[in-house]
């Protein structure tokens, strides 16, 4: 068993595609920085669904003391100083996974 | 790559453990039903965050196309059916992955 993580945002009007990428910049570095991540996927809603969320990221990791040290951890911090500000709405949720993926 | 469905739901006041337990047993039984469903994940919410939603869905499939043949596969619509009446709030996006994990 495996612990998921998973946060939706809807970005504040007149966030700019820049503002976006560098969103994907911040969290691309992660996985590298924050060994508890075993899977670690996110990026911009497809378009193709109804009123959906704009920015979606699944976090996998082994169970809440991972989860923990992924939250806590200061590039994952700072990852969140840059979301923040860009933010509307957030939706969120930790589930229990079979495994890590 | 592959496509990331996440749905994450609220439920309404009142809604008991018996009509949660009764979703997830019509989710359970998608991914036989399903075979574009590549992983299929879902549960309540670990109670471990703050302001997070109650349940979590994420389904993995290869394609626009899987994804469409899941959204419209009528065991899936029956599904909806059990959940939908339970719903005080709906979140969702489809995202790219690097895998079907």
């Known amino acids: 068993m495996a612990l998921r993580h998973i946060a939706l945002f809807r970005w504040s009007e007149g966030t700019t ?9 911040v969290l691309a570095r992660l996985p590298e920085a924050i060994p508890e991540l075993d899977a670690y996927n996110f ?9 959906t969320f704009d920015f979606a990221v ?8 991972a989860y923990a040290a992924y939250r806590d951890h200061p590039d994952h911090q700072a990852a969140l ?21």
């Open 17 to 25: 595609p820049a503002q976006v990428a560098e969103v994907e910049e």
């Open 43 to 51: 990026g911009s809603d497809l378009g193709i669904g109804s009123d």
């Open 58 to 65: 699944v976090a996998d990791v082994a169970d809440e003391q």
């Open 81 to 101: 100083g840059v979301i923040r500000p860009l933010l509307a709405e957030r939706a969120s949720a930790q589930i229990r996974t079979g495994g890590a993926g």
